[in-house]
């Protein structure tokens, strides 16, 4: 009887845990958040400066990207696994577009109610 109580509860420890544990080399929700929204915005804006000329916006894409990775202590690897990792688990990847969405709301909502000096 111990020996079978001993297997539902790792058997059950298993199924709980697994799906929601993340790999330790895969950047977290609460730490991609605002790496991707800054890169959103980072895009936004060189096709904004640079209209006309697709080769300069790639560029300059390129270059806002890395000072962007620089920013947050992760490299251009990391960040791409990462990201490739929610690609490939629509759940989590959900939950981390769910969250720019309510991060990018904060946002804007923090924007217009700062007192005006």
């Known amino acids: 009887m111990k020996q079978l109580l001993f297997f539902l509860l790792l058997g059950c420890g298993a199924a709980c845990s697994s799906p929601n544990k993340m790999p330790d080399d895969i950047i977290s929700i609460n730490q991609m958040k605002p790496i991707v929204w800054d890169m959103i915005r ?9 209209k006309l000329d697709s080769v300069v916006r790639k560029k300059e894409t390129k270059a806002i990207y890395e000072q962007v990775f620089k920013i947050y ?8 696994k ?13 939950i981390l577009m769910d969250s ?12 217009f109610t700062k007192p005006q000096e």
């Open 73 to 80: 202590g992760v490299t251009k690897d990391e960040f791409y």
């Open 42 to 50: 980072a895009g936004v804006l060189t096709q904004n400066q640079f």
């Open 100 to 111: 720019i969405v309510a991060y990018a709301n904060r946002k804007r909502i923090d924007l």
């Open 82 to 94: 990462s990201y490739q990792y929610y690609l490939e688990h629509p759940d989590k990847h959900k």
